[in-house]
């Protein structure tokens, strides 16, 4: 095995612990019992043997410092440092954490297995498979009570069979936009065609999608796709899309879904979903 492998699985070990201590402090913040577990010895003696990466020495050095208590102050942190190992991780990651951090949004990617890759969208959204490059997922809802009753929540899909009645494909122009305009929140504040980093994001949303490279195919649950494939999500703006829904109508935890845009990219061995969400 490389040294790029032993990096790897060191940084996927690293990051594991990471999301295991976030569950607990996540429990620990609603007042919940929750056991906040140790660092694996593996992780350990890879940081000190010199195997990993500066960026391993890092983050091992970070969750060391983590404050356990209180509650809220403990997740806050452990979810920035995260996202600062996923920043750091590849530059996909930190193009996908500049365009998407701070909207509320689901971004995920994962094998293609199966002829109709509706069966791969519905793996992710059941969180079934893993990111086959060990890249960033962002997914404030995996420990959502709510998937407890809706185990896709906050989406609340059909059955594969029923995806293409709900979804239009995309030219690669169209999707980039659509993409970029998941910067924005739903109230019609800060549209992006009126940003002054409006190419940067627009930059970022195609270097994210160039992931699945030269031969992907985009699909949107954008009603104006059927007729516009190359439509300016940007130009027109995040709020007021018309779309077919993909997320549940049953308010969960005191939320209600109200609006959303999704983007499906699809290439021979990888499937991406971004979906953006509007809720009060």
């Given at each position: ?50 195997a990993a990466t500066e960026l391993l020495r890092w983050g091992y050095g970070e ?215 509007g809720a009060y």
């Open positions: 095995m490389s040294t790029a492998d032993d990096d790897r699985i060191a940084l996927d070990l690293l990051d594991a612990h990471l999301e295991d201590l976030w569950r607990a402090a996540d429990e620990l913040q609603r007042g919940n019992r929750a056991v906040v577990p140790e660092t694996p010895h593996r992780l350990a003696e890879t940081a000190a043997n010199g969750m060391a410092g983590l404050p356990h208590s209180p509650g809220d102050v403990f997740a806050r942190s452990v979810g920035s440092t995260l996202m600062e190992l996923g920043r750091r991780r590849s530059p996909w990651n930190a193009a996908a954490l500049r365009l998407l951090e701070d909207p509320y949004v689901f971004l995920a990617t994962g094998p293609r297995r199966h002829e109709d890759w509706a069966e791969d969208v519905l793996a992710l959204m059941h969180r079934k498979v893993p990111d086959p490059r060990g890249w960033l997922r962002i997914d404030g809802d995996r420990t959502n009570r709510a998937r407890s009753t809706v185990p896709t929540y906050p989406f609340e899909p059909p059955p594969a069979a029923g995806f293409r009645d709900r979804l239009h494909e995309l030219e690669p122009a169209g999707a980039v936009t659509a993409l970029a305009v998941m910067a924005e929140e739903w109230d019609g504040y800060r549209p992006v065609r009126d940003r002054p980093e409006r190419d940067a994001l627009l930059a970022d949303a195609q270097f994210l999608l160039d992931r699945y490279g030269p031969h992907a195919r985009f699909w949107t649950n954008a009603r104006d796709a059927s007729s516009h494939p190359a439509r300016d999500f940007v130009r027109a703006g995040l709020k007021g899309t018309e779309v077919h829904t993909f997320i549940t109508g049953e308010p969960m935890n005191g939320l209600d879904l109200f609006e959303e845009l999704g983007l499906i990219a699809v290439s021979g061995d990888e499937v991406g979903v971004f979906w953006s969400f």
